[in-house]
Nanobody, 125 residues
Framework: QAQFVESGGGLVQPGGSLRLSCAIS????????IGWFRQAPGKEREGVGC????????YYPDSVKARFSISKDKSKNTVSLQMNRLKPEDTAVYYC??????????????????WGQGTQVTVSA
């Protein structure tokens, strides 16, 4: 059974950086496309990017493009989300999950099922 454990969140000032990690168990990290999502209080969950199974292709929405980047570490079976130039509107709980796609592509459509605990990111002065 696939499991995702997100970590690395915290409090950071505007303009700062954080690196989130998604530890995956139950399958090798290069088997599926993986996406990162976030949900702020009172708002719908939104995607912030995804990476293909082979790790060569990524997608980012305009809201985070050029600030966020996703990578895979096969040796640790993790997927990381590097977040730079953070803004107060990036404050949310962040989650990772399998998304549609496969070896060479990814699309921001999360797999059905329960979501994990996520990790809280707060951007505030």
């Amino acid at each position: 059974q696939a499991q995702f454990v997100e970590s690395g969140g915290g409090l950071v000032q505007p303009g700062g950086s954080l690196r989130l990690s998604c530890a995956i168990s139950g399958f090798p990290v290069d088997l599926y496309a993986i996406g990162w999502f976030r949900q702020a209080p009172g708002k719908e969950r939104e995607g912030v990017g995804c990476i293909s199974g082979n790790g060569r292709n990524t997608y980012y929405p305009d809201s985070v493009k050029a600030r966020f980047s996703i990578s895979k570490d096969k040796s640790k079976n993790t997927v990381s989300l590097q977040m730079n130039r953070l803004k107060p509107e990036d404050t949310a709980v962040y989650y990772c999950r399998i998304v549609r796609g496969g070896t060479g592509a990814c699309y921001m459509y999360p797999e059905d099922g329960l979501w994990g605990q996520g990790t809280q990111v707060t951007v505030s002065a």
